[in-house]
């Protein structure tokens, strides 16, 4: 298919009609059904079918929708460069976070990075763990920056910082405490568990098994801010990622070293066959510069 009939074909596909794609591509009727008419004419099948006055696209419509969609992403973006390109040598950076990151660590980055580069434009979108491989995969963002994200044979890791999970608590919970706290201490205690937020409550859940420490599991939440919040409002005590902590931390919340420490090491993760451009490779240079110092300043 040429790009003039991926255009037409995926206007019709979306808005439903040969008039609304003519609306939208600001050309007339008749210009969409010749074209639409050529491209089945050289694929060797119907794309369309009109049933009870409604364009109903046919299986191998669906079929090649998928394929076209992506196509027509990839052709917005090489708009996007091409408009960046134009207002001064600019690009383009989609990212993926995971929401505990994109509190305050990685904006913190952006803006740092387009006071250094200000034609530079960013699309962030926050992300879940169990949700990296399928952004990347269908080119909604270009890097995700997780922790620890899975192995995969089609990804690229690259660490950015180190990380730690530390204690977050109600301010005078533990009055005595001068240091780090040993996680035999929260034995019996009302505990904010973020089990489904993915490898890093795993971690947790592991040491806390692994120490025989049984908590009393008041509270089940997804993100860590939002434990964060629990915390505030005197939930009960929770484990998160020391960017969390260091985003929400106030004067009702007491943060904690924990000991063991437990790891939270922070990545980046491409797609193998889309390599990092240098602008990317740049960005991620100086994303763990903010996320080390965040890190320092912690407790």
Same mark, same amino acid.
């Not at 383009?92 to 505990?100: A, D, E, T, W």
């Not at 387009?114 to 399928?134: G, Y």
């Given at each position: ?7 037409? #074909? /995926? ?5 439903? *009609? ?12 008749? +210009?969409? +059904?010749?074209?639409?008419? /050529? ?8 794309? #369309? ?10 299986d191998e419509a669906h079929a090649l929708f998928r394929e076209v969609d992506d196509v027509f992403g990839r052709i917005g973006s ?21 929401? *505990? ?20 434009? #960013?699309?962030?979108?926050?992300? /879940?763990? *169990? ?29 950015? =910082? ?11 919970t533990f009055p005595d405490a001068t240091g780090a706290i040993p996680v035999e201490l929260l034995e019996g205690r009302d505990f904010?568990?973020?089990?489904? +937020? ?8 592991? =040491?806390?098994?692994?120490?025989? %420490? +049984?908590?009393?599991?008041?509270? *089940? ?5 939002? =434990?964060?919040?629990? %915390? ?6 929770a484990i998160v990622d020391e960017f969390t902590a260091h985003a929400t931390l106030g004067s009702d919340v007491d943060c904690f ?22 602008? =990317? ?19």
């Open positions: 298919m040429r790009l003039r009939q991926i255009e037409i #074909f /995926h206007a019709v596909y979306v808005n439903g *009609s040969i008039s609304a794609a003519a609306r939208a591509l600001h050309i007339s009727q008749p +210009s969409v +059904s010749k074209v639409l008419r /050529h491209a089945e004419s050289q694929l060797g099948y119907t794309l #369309f079918e009109l049933l009870k006055g409604r364009l109903v696209p046919t090489l708009r996007q460069a091409a408009a960046n390109l134009k207002r001064g040598g600019g690009g383009h950076l989609r990212l993926g976070v995971v929401p *505990s990151l994109a509190l305050e660590a990685i904006p913190s980055a952006i803006a740092r990075f387009r006071r250094a580069h200000p034609a530079v434009t #960013f699309t962030v979108q926050t992300l /879940h763990h *169990s949700d990296v491989l399928r952004a990347l995969y269908e080119r909604q963002s270009d890097i995700a920056i997780a922790y620890s994200p899975s192995e995969h044979p089609r990804l690229v890791r690259r660490r950015l =910082a180190p990380g730690k999970l530390v204690l977050l608590a109600p301010a005078g904010i568990d973020v089990a489904a +937020s993915g490898p890093l409550g795993a971690v947790a859940g592991s =040491a806390l098994e692994a120490l025989g %420490v +049984s908590t009393r599991e008041v509270v *089940s939440v997804g993100t860590y801010y939002i =434990a964060a919040a629990l %915390v505030r409002n005197g939930i009960g005590v070293d924990l000991v063991p420490t437990l790891d939270a090491d922070v990545h980046a993760v491409w797609l193998e066959d889309r390599p990092l451009s240098v602008l =990317a490779d740049k960005f991620l240079d100086m994303a763990g510069e903010v996320l080390v110092t965040s890190g320092r300043d912690m407790i």
